[in-house]
């Protein structure tokens, strides 16, 4: 037995009842802060991206992120009621947006699981940013039902999706996901979803040593001139579950060096500011950048922190607000919702969390020792989404 499929039970502390009370201030008449569209956080980043999970369950158990061990048939997830409805949610965004946010991501757990999840989107599609534009508004899926619903997605407004696939090896996909899923019907769903024009495409494929770096170069000649971008995600240790160990990461370095053996690369500009994703072009005979051959991604959260821009908040499936994905704790906006808070009393709550908010776990890693982390216990990334 190799020590991948060996069993690890990691006792899971449950984070997801502890939450930060919002600040005093925020209610105070002398302290309000109206929403302009220029909240900036102690560091200085200012609010653009908001990912709202809109479940917490999963059809999949990637060991990566729901290991089978700790999510089986006794795991408590949430109750329905303790879930933001589509009004909350919608409404929570629209505060968020006229703070600044222009992106909005809905993910999870697996987000097509949401039952009537178009209905969110066609709310969500009407928000309008401070200039007055519609929003980016994109979902991250494992893809699974991504045949049968590209269509309804699309007519509700949704403009692209993120398909997470980690490998094109029926076998490999199988073990990753760990519920027997068949790739082939995932390979079903990004068609579905290109033919629905829910596009550019992007394509996340999470990077486990030992586990499916051979099929980094597949993967790179499937997607190369198809108007799909490809990115490889470092394997990250989110959440307390996943026994993460450094010595399974595979530098995103690594990644670019082994495709560029083969497929020669030039690196590109990010295309804007706080962008996760590192970008390299497909070259020409040249070596300039081919584009109609496309690019890649690399996203390296282990061994290149990037909280420099971080622009990004993220609202947990019952509502709370937390300020970087390796957080241990979010603020409770439901109950503020629930209590009765006015526009103004949510705008200036959000205000106040945001510009307190000094969040930068990734660069703080990097300057531990190898394999420690931080030792800062973090929630699990189905429950506040990726
Ligand atoms: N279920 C959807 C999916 O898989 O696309 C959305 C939620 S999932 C939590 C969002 C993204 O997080 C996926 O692309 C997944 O591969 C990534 N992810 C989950 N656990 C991770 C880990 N430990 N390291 C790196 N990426 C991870
Ligand atoms: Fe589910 Fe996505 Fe997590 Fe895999 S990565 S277990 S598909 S939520
Ligand atoms: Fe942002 Fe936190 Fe990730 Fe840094 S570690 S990039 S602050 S989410």
Not at 3 to 11: M, N
Not at 41 to 64: E, H, K, M, Q, W
Not at 101 to 120: A, H, M, S, Y
Not at 347 to 357: K, P
């Amino acid at each position: 037995m190799t020590e991948r499929h060996t069993p690890r039970i990691v006792p899971l502390v449950d984070l997801r009842s502890a939450s930060l009370r919002p600040p005093a201030e925020a209610a105070s008449a002398s302290s309000r802060i109206a929403a302009n569209g220029l909240l900036s956080d102690a560091l200085g980043r200012p609010l653009r991206d908001l990912r709202i999970s809109v479940t917490d369950r999963c059809n999949f158990r990637c060991n990566y992120c729901m290991p089978k061990e700790v999510f089986d048939k006794d795991y408590a997830y949430l109750p329905h009621a303790d879930l933001l409805s589509f009004e909350e949610i919608t409404r929570v965004a629209k505060t968020f947006v006229a703070h600044g946010v222009q992106k909005i991501r809905l993910t999870g757990g697996e987000p097509l699981l949401r039952k009537n999840i178009e209905l969110l989107i066609e709310q969500l599609a009407s928000l309008r940013t401070v200039e007055g534009r519609p929003l980016d508004l994109t979902l991250t899926t494992n893809g699974s039902l991504l045949a049968r619903k590209a269509r309804a997605l699309k007519a509700a407004g949704l403009q692209r999706v993120t398909v997470s696939l980690d490998g094109l090896d029926d076998a490999v996909f199988r073990s990753m996901n760990d519920v027997d899923f068949p790739v082939a019907d995932v390979l079903a769903g990004i068609e579905a979803a290109r033919d629905a024009g829910l596009g550019p495409i992007k394509i996340n494929m999470v990077v486990k040593r030992g586990t499916n770096e051979h099929e980094i170069l597949p993967m790179a000649r499937r997607f190369k001139g198809t108007g799909m971008v490809l990115r490889f995600i470092e394997y990250m240790d989110v959440g307390a579950t996943n026994s993460w160990r450094m010595n399974e990461v595979l530098p995103s370095a690594e990644v670019v060096k082994l495709i560029h053996a083969d497929l020669p690369l030039v690196q590109l500009e990010p295309s804007n500011p706080g962008e996760t994703a590192e970008r390299w072009g497909y070259a020409d005979a040249s070596g300039n950048h081919d584009k109609a051959a496309g690019e890649i991604g690399v996203i390296s959260s282990v061994t290149q922190a990037f909280c420099g821009d971080c622009n990004r908040a993220r609202l947990s499936t019952e509502g709370k607000l937390y300020l970087c994905l390796f957080a241990a704790q979010g603020y409770d906006l439901r109950s503020l919702i629930r209590d009765g808070a006015s526009e103004a009393d949510l705008a200036s709550t959000i205000g106040h969390i945001w510009q307190g908010r000094a969040d930068r776990y990734s660069e703080l890693r990097s300057e531990m020792k190898p394999d420690t982390g931080t030792g800062l216990r973090r929630v699990e990334m189905s429950y506040i989404g990726g």
